[in-house]
């Protein structure tokens, strides 16, 4: 079995699911990521047999420690994504899902341009069906909105891949980018893999489709989402462009414009989202700095990341799943129908504001500490900023508004067993790498000699940073000057090309279509003209057209002989 390709077998198996009888689809997919996970485990590192395709060379398969630890994750986080869909009856969702995630654990592994573009573009059409899955009109207006984009990704990733080979003849997938980390020496399709990575990752501005898509996914699609998409892009990033300094400066916007949009947004889910946003652009810092600290610490905020934002989702998906809504404002006071779901989602936002002795702070603390290592002030000034306005919109937002504040009223029964189950199971995981971080250290890429409890003032310096936040949030809520949940809807930039970009062009066309047809009239007036004066002189009635008396004609021969002396002798 391990002469199999990672992710092989849960491609193939996503395929097989429709022979299976609807009841055991689920049991299936929950099998596909455990069975890829063993094979996982007894891979060796190194590089699989390459192939001739089309008279290029390429390495399907290249496994070393930074595949493998995003290639661990994705298994992990399949299995309990698949446990949590346990109860869907959907063949769509089933075999997308599983598509989704082997295309994801294939593109980790790949060892070429070629082979990632194959598996990136998959990635992006499996994933589309866990939104239209919804089966609603804004899910299917959102998955094609969605779809255009990752596609746009995938042709951009494409032109890049073109063109890189034919300026440097190589296919492989190694850092595409020179040791002084410097973007503007290399070529156009470095620059074009670069976009296409970026937009994958959600760069600012280019973030859109992720708040846009994953809340109108299903109560399961949407915890798969949270988990392979962004994180292939952060591999990719960490892959082909460590230590690439403008990653930095787009890092620390990324942790901190989503900010804003996470207070304000009355949609859970689509908080979330932003705060997603938010982290990846701690993993982004931590690659475009490049130490070896720096990328240990990126990839382990990954690692981690996966598994906290996963259980948030899938506690706010326990939520939607029960009531029917997660618009804040419609919520309240359901921890006392849904106290299990409570405790669950109260450790993914301790995890996701890195409390100590929670996944979130033994990741982050990595990234925070390379940072000061290189001197990097601004970025630390603006990680500071975005650690304590993520306890604000995931630490306390998220938990108190869907299970404390005020009583909405509703009593719903608690989520289904198995949702509890993989809930709890994300859990463990989330307390336990923040208790024992050796585990997670010993697979990064890079030995860590770090230890994020060895220095008592980092600890608590994180917990007066956390603490001030929520006391921010308490008198801020208490005074009134908190933005109270409505039901509205939030315009962020995407509106730039969705609403505006659109009108402008409306604009622009009918100004065109004014102006040609200005213009065509003021030709057809020219032309009017200068026919009105063609026939007043050689019209039926024009002075041309008229006969000439014989003393006229005598004149001008007259003249003409005249002229022609006068010509010749001068």
């Known amino acids: 079995m391990t002469s199999l390709p990672p992710g092989i077998i849960i491609l193939v198996g996503a395929l097989l699911l429709p022979l299976l009888p609807r009841r055991a689809q689920a049991a299936g997919a929950l099998l596909l990521p455990a069975l890829g996970l063993a094979q996982l485990l007894f891979l060796a590192e190194g590089v699989f047999p390459g192939i001739e395709l089309a008279g290029l060379s390429l390495l399907p398969v290249r496994v070393d420690r930074l595949s493998l630890v995003f290639g661990y994750i994705f298994h992990i986080a399949a299995f309990i994504a698949a446990l949590y869909a346990l109860h869907v009856r959907d063949t769509t969702q089933h075999v997308a899902a599983m598509l989704y995630v082997g295309s994801a654990i294939g593109a980790v592994f790949a060892g070429d341009l070629v082979t990632l573009f194959v598996y990136w573009e998959i990635t992006a059409l499996a994933s589309a069906f866990l939104i239209f899955a919804s089966r609603t009109e804004q899910a299917y207006r959102a998955g094609i909105r969605y779809l255009i984009v990752q596609v746009g990704s995938g042709v951009l990733l494409l ?124 993993m982004v810092v931590g690659i475009g700095i490049g130490t070896e600290l720096a990328l240990n610490g990126a990839v382990a905020h990954a690692f981690v990341h996966i598994l906290y934002k996963a259980l948030l989702f899938m506690s706010m998906g326990a939520v939607l799943y029960r009531t029917g809504t997660i618009r804040a404002s419609d919520l309240g006071g359901l921890y006392r129908s849904m106290p299990w779901t409570t405790a669950f989602c109260i450790v993914g936002a301790m995890s996701i504001s890195a409390f100590p002795l929670f996944s979130g702070f033994v990741a982050k603390s990595l990234t925070m500490s390379a940072v000061v290592e290189g001197y990097y002030v601004l970025a630390f000034v603006g990680l500071l900023i975005a650690s304590a306005g993520v306890m604000e919109h995931s630490g306390i937002k998220i938990p108190y508004f869907a299970f404390f504040g005020h009583d909405s009223g509703i009593r719903c029964r608690e989520a289904p067993f198995h949702m509890c189950l993989a809930m709890g199971a994300t859990a463990v995981l989330c307390i336990g790498i923040g208790w024992f971080p050796a585990p997670l250290y010993a697979i990064l890429p890079y030995p860590v000699l770090y230890q994020p409890y060895a220095d008592l003032g980092h600890s608590l310096t994180q917990l007066q940073l956390l603490l001030f936040a929520a006391l921010a949030f308490a008198v801020l809520l208490r005074t009134g000057l908190y933005p109270p949940e409505q039901a509205t809807i939030n315009l962020d930039t995407d509106w730039l090309y969705r609403r505006l970009a659109p009108r ?38 024009g002075t041309l057209a008229r006969t000439w008396p014989t003393g006229s004609m005598v004149l001008w021969v007259t003249v003409l002989l005249a002229a022609s002396l006068i010509l010749y002798y001068v």
């Not at 207070?263 to 701690?282: A, H, M, P, T, W």
């Not at 009918?510 to 009017?528: D, I, K, M, T």
């Open 504 to 541: 402008v062009l409306r604009f622009a066309t009918a100004r065109v279509v004014s102006v040609r047809h200005n213009l065509g009239e003021a030709a057809r007036q020219v032309g009017r003209s200068v026919m009105r004066a063609v026939l007043r002189h050689y019209g039926p009635e």
């Open 159 to 282: 032109s890049g891949i073109l063109v890189h080979y034919q300026s440097s003849g190589s296919l492989s997938f190694d850092q595409l980018i020179g040791p002084d980390g410097n973007l503007g020496t290399v070529g156009a399709g470095v620059w074009l893999i670069f976009t296409a990575f970026g937009i994958k990752c959600a760069f600012p501005f280019l973030h859109n489709w992720l708040q846009d898509a994953y809340p109108q996914a299903t109560v399961t699609g949407a915890v798969f989402l949270s988990a392979f998409t962004t994180k292939l892009a952060v591999y990719a990033l960490a892959r082909g462009f460590p230590g690439t300094e403008v990653l930095i400066g787009i890092g620390v916007v990324m942790t901190l414009f989503p900010i804003f949009f996470a207070v304000i947004e009355n949609d859970l889910r689509k908080v979330l989202c932003y705060s997603l946003n938010n982290q990846l652009g701690f």
